[in-house]
């Protein structure tokens, strides 16, 4: 029942910004750990950035002082904003979420769909 819909990528020059979201739906009471993945073609899929419960967040050496992750509890959505972005950011980009469900206060979690980001040199 619980989804996440990303939305936000697209084609950007070298240098440039996006800020992508992820909106999660469905019976959740609030969401927990967050986190942002990438896969590029012929990768596997790598950690980009998380935020912990309390906020905490950490970043990939590869994105550092680049990404920033965060969040708005009241619409139960995380951002991941890109700055300066380089041709090795080509990648889709995938939303993570731990929550708890409104139904028995569970600890879930579940993936976005993911959106591609491409950078131009």
């Known amino acids: 029942q619980v989804r996440l819909v990303e939305s936000g990528g697209g084609l950007v020059q070298a240098g440039g910004s996006l800020r992508l979201s992820c909106a999660a739906t469905g019976s959740i009471l609030r969401l927990s750990a967050l986190g942002w993945y990438r896969q590029a073609p012929g990768k596997q899929r790598e950690l980009v950035a998380t935020?912990?419960?309390?906020?905490?967040?950490n970043y990939a050496d590869s994105v550092k002082g680049r990404f920033t992750i965060s969040r708005d509890n009241a619409k139960d959505t995380v951002y991941l904003q890109m700055n300066s972005l380089k041709p090795e950011d080509t990648a889709d980009y995938y939303c993570?979420?731990?929550?708890?469900?409104?139904?028995?206060?569970?600890?879930?979690?579940?993936w976005g769909q993911g959106t591609l980001v491409t950078v131009s040199s």
């Open positions: 935020m912990d419960n309390g906020g905490s967040t």
């Open positions: 993570h979420c731990d929550y708890i469900s409104r139904i028995g206060f569970r600890r879930l979690e579940v």
